[in-house]
């Protein structure tokens, strides 16, 4: 079985391709920056390397005797000072380098969808200057555009569970989230398949209203939506770029855009929202 070198482990899509691979058999090793954490997941016998990633002298040979590495590394709400292109495009590149100069068979990286039609926006320029490098780097390669995360998904629940679901426009645009687990066995496929880039979304496409009402239909509440308008995101989306840091409003800037256009990617899995949400809603 083919040995593999996961970047990421840690995550919440991470954790759910660590536990595909091994149901699936393959020698896995992981690159964290934290052992523990990988530990108290429940892997105390795994193999890992805790190397800082954003450090190319501390990952030097983390790639000896790998065929594949997949990576899911990239900066989400975490405020730890860096930046897009510190994490998702220069950590990823010092791995690309390690990768290549062990002659890793192929390289698996999670950007996201329509990053490569977003490269405005902070996260996905730096992304795609990544799959850039990716694609010219003589490796094999394979993109992976997933569609949102369930685990966003989470903030409908807490804003129903606050009483009121506030979304942007009329609510009106559409998007087909993904449950990790879903997205994981496609990360996984994606070692054998020969496609270079996949796009991934769930089973279902929702608006953005509907996704609103399951979370208040899950908690058995009534729905009650405000719409704020178009032209007010705007206002704090410029607002937020010309007043803060992109560490700062990085995360708001992509959640700012992606909420005013369609999001469908094809469809992928089984796992749906509503039972993400009344899984939710019992804890
Ligand atoms: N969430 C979404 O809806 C969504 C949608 C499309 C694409 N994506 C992309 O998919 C990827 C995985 O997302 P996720 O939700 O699983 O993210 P996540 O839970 O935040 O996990 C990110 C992983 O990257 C690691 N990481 C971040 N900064 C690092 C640094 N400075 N040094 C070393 N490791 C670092 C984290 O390690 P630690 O545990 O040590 O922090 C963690 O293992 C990301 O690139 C994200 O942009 C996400």
Not at 224 to 245: F, H
Request: glycine share 8%; hydrophobic share 40%; net charge neutral.
């Amino acid at each position: 079985m083919e040995r593999i070198l996961l970047a990421g482990a840690t995550g919440y899509l991470g954790r759910f391709i660590l536990k595909e691979l091994l149901q699936r058999g393959y020698q896995v090793k992981t690159l964290v920056r934290d052992a523990g954490k990988v530990k108290a997941d429940g892997y105390p016998d795994l193999e890992i390397c805790e190397a800082e990633i954003t450090d190319p002298g501390s990952i030097k040979g983390c790639c000896d005797t790998i065929d594949v590495v997949i990576s899911t590394v990239g900066i989400t709400k975490q405020k730890d000072g860096l930046s897009y292109m510190d994490v998702d495009f220069q950590a990823n590149t010092n791995l690309l380098e390690e990768a290549r100069r062990a002659g890793v068979r192929k390289f698996i990286y999670v950007s996201a969808l329509n990053a490569d039609k977003l490269t405005h926006v902070a996260i996905c320029r730096a992304k795609e200057m990544f799959v850039e490098k990716l694609k010219n780097s003589g490796v094999d390669f394979c993109v992976i555009r997933p569609n949102g995360f369930f685990s966003d998904m989470a903030e409908f629940i807490t804003m129903a569970q606050r009483g009121r679901v506030y979304l942007f426009g009329r609510g009106l645009f559409r998007s087909n989230p993904v449950h990790g687990a879903d997205l994981a066995t496609v990360c996984v496929d994606a070692v054998n398949l020969p496609d270079q880039e996949i796009e991934v979304g769930g089973p279902e496409i929702l608006s953005h209203e509907e996704i609103g009402r399951l979370a208040f239909e899950s908690l058995g509440k009534p729905p009650k939506i405000s719409y704020i308008p178009d032209w007010l995101r705007k206002c704090v989306l410029r607002s937020l770029q010309l007043l803060t840091k992109q560490t700062f409003h990085g995360p708001a800037e992509f959640f700012l855009t992606v909420m005013a256009i369609d999001m469908i990617a094809p469809e992928y899995g089984s796992r749906t929202l509503k039972e993400f949400f009344s899984g939710l809603s019992k804890q």
